[in-house]
């Protein structure tokens, strides 16, 4: 198993995780909704420092890839780039809708499908379905509060509210305040919001025992940014000059 830096900026926090053969080494979080950029390296820095490592030993960095906060997506991957620079590792990017799934079927006591639900920090929601196993079962998007708990209510055919999807996610407490039904028919599984880093670190390594992965780095989308939805701020189509 490689020596596995995970950055996860994505979100509500700011999280750091070294894992080496299947153990953690040391994780590092502040809640944080901005400022990502300022906190992120220094708590890389800190971290290798406690646990006796290089960064420049690293084999592999992992980094959630979105969706989630334009500018905390930006400042993870451009730190994943780096680090992968300096040490010579490759760089692999991780759905963060992924990475939660994974760390819901972990501690989810339930053997239902998992419904997904990151906050937008707009009215609508990020949201993806997964099999209790944390594997992907429908594609990541967009959706607004009714849309959403009707997609629940469908997700069983039978609509037997005992089947229904467990919740995860930093915006599944807000879903439910929105909600006037049973509560029992919406579970949340207890302790995930923002991906864990140490999720995003098992993920990577999975992604780079896949075709996709070559000793020369990973295929270059894995480290786009995943948005869903447009930027607010655009350019205008003529690029902003004047008309004559």
Do not use: W
């Not at 406690?50 to 730190?79: H, K, N, W």
């Amino acid at each position: 198993m490689p020596l596995t830096l995970a950055l996860e900026t994505s979100g509500d926090a700011c999280a750091a995780a070294l894992v080496a053969d299947g153990e953690v080494l040391g994780v590092r979080q502040v809640e944080m909704s901005r400022g990502h950029a300022e906190v992120l390296v220094p708590m890389v820095q800190d971290l290798a420092r406690e646990a006796d490592v290089a960064l420049t030993a690293l084999d592999l960095i992992g980094v959630t890839r979105g969706p989630g906060s334009f500018t905390g997506l930006r400042t993870g991957i451009a730190a994943a780039r780096g680090f992968a620079i300096a040490s010579g590792a490759p760089a692999v990017g991780v759905s963060s809708l992924l990475a939660v799934a994974r760390g819901a079927a972990r501690v989810s006591l339930e053997p239902r499908p998992i419904l997904c639900i990151l906050d937008t920090r707009r009215a609508d929601y990020f949201a993806q379905t997964f099999d209790q196993t944390g594997m992907a079962t429908g594609e990541p998007g967009v959706m607004g509060v009714e849309d959403l708990l009707s997609l629940i209510g469908s997700l069983h055919p039978e609509r037997r509210p005992e089947l229904h999807p467990v919740l995860a996610g930093n915006a599944v407490s807000r879903l439910l305040s929105a909600y006037d039904g049973d509560p029992d028919t919406l579970r949340r599984v207890p302790g995930t919001g923002s991906p864990d880093p140490v999720d995003v670190a098992a993920l990577a390594e999975a992604i780079l025992c896949k075709p996709v992965f070559s000793r020369e780095g990973v295929a270059q989308d894995t480290l786009s940014p995943l948005y869903l939805r447009a930027p607010e701020a655009q350019l205008p189509a003529n690029g902003g000059r004047l008309k004559r």
